[in-house]
């Protein structure tokens, strides 16, 4: 399966600041999604990170807080924009892997954000 | 719309027994359905997965789950349980696309 990596690991961030977390694959996928996971709380998709087109979204996320990039099969990056302690979660990538139509998914070690 | 309970927030159980985490689905179509674990400050790990054929799937770390279609239910079970097998465990289904739908995780404690 894919290995993942994640950075940063973790950062503290202020109010009203902006954070990117960058998402790297050890091989080219076609699926990647980012994911939200709050404090004690299961996973939420926020979107689906297309190569060479716009990221698309679920409901209730949207670009200009959450703008995406995928320049390349193999990376990904997810900014959280104008940050508020509400945004305090893990921020896990994952990348779907194992064959066509196998959907299984695997995931990076996450970013933990804390907003103050 | 398509969704996975996990009824239980946690379970206990003492080592060397064997242990069952519940999960439960509302899909339409055929489910393919998923385990994950999550360790301690650790992203999920992909434990085993249901798309079709024999009902029994079994995973990694020992772990088997049971796809009961009349129950609509798909059980992680492991014979035996360790100390390490401590961790917060996902249920997880897709919705006939790519995107997968988690239940809310259930805690296992395995006890000395």
């Known amino acids: 399966s894919a290995v993942i990596s994640q950075k940063p690991s973790r950062d503290i961030c202020q109010r009203g600041t902006s954070l990117t977390i960058q998402c790297q694959v050890d091989?080219?996928?076609?699926?990647m999604f980012w994911y939200r996971q709050q404090p004690g709380q299961s996973l939420t998709l926020i979107a689906t990170?297309?190569?060479?087109?716009?990221?698309?979204?679920e409901s209730g996320f949207v670009i200009d807080k959450f703008p995406i990039s995928r320049p390349n099969l193999t990376f990904s990056t997810l900014t959280v924009s104008n940050m508020s302690p509400e945004d305090s979660s893990i921020y896990l990538c994952?990348?779907?892997?194992?064959?066509?139509?196998?959907?299984?998914?695997?995931f990076g070690p996450g970013t933990r954000l804390t907003v103050t | 719309a398509q969704s996975v309970a996990q009824p239980e927030d946690q379970v206990n159980v003492a080592e060397g027994n064997p242990l069952t985490v519940k999960c439960t689905y509302s899909?339409?179509?055929?489910?393919?359905l998923f385990w994950y674990v999550q360790y301690p400050n650790r992203g999920l790990q992909f434990l085993l997965k249901?798309?079709?054929?024999?009902?029994l799937v079994k995973g990694s770390y020992g772990f088997e789950a049971e796809f009961n279609k009349s129950q609509t239910s798909f059980h992680l079970k492991k014979p035996s349980a360790l100390v390490s097998d401590s961790a917060l465990y996902f249920c997880?289904?897709?919705?006939?696309?790519?995107?997968?739908?988690f239940g809310t995780g259930t805690r296992l404690q395995v006890f000395p």
């Open positions: 994952s990348v779907e892997d194992g064959g066509f139509g196998s959907y299984e998914q695997y």
């Open positions: 091989s080219q996928v076609t699926m």
């Open positions: 990170a297309n190569q060479g087109s716009e990221a698309t979204y």
């Open positions: 899909v339409s179509g055929n489910p393919y």
């Open positions: 249901y798309i079709t054929g024999d009902n």
């Open positions: 997880a289904s897709n919705d006939n696309t790519d995107k997968l739908i």
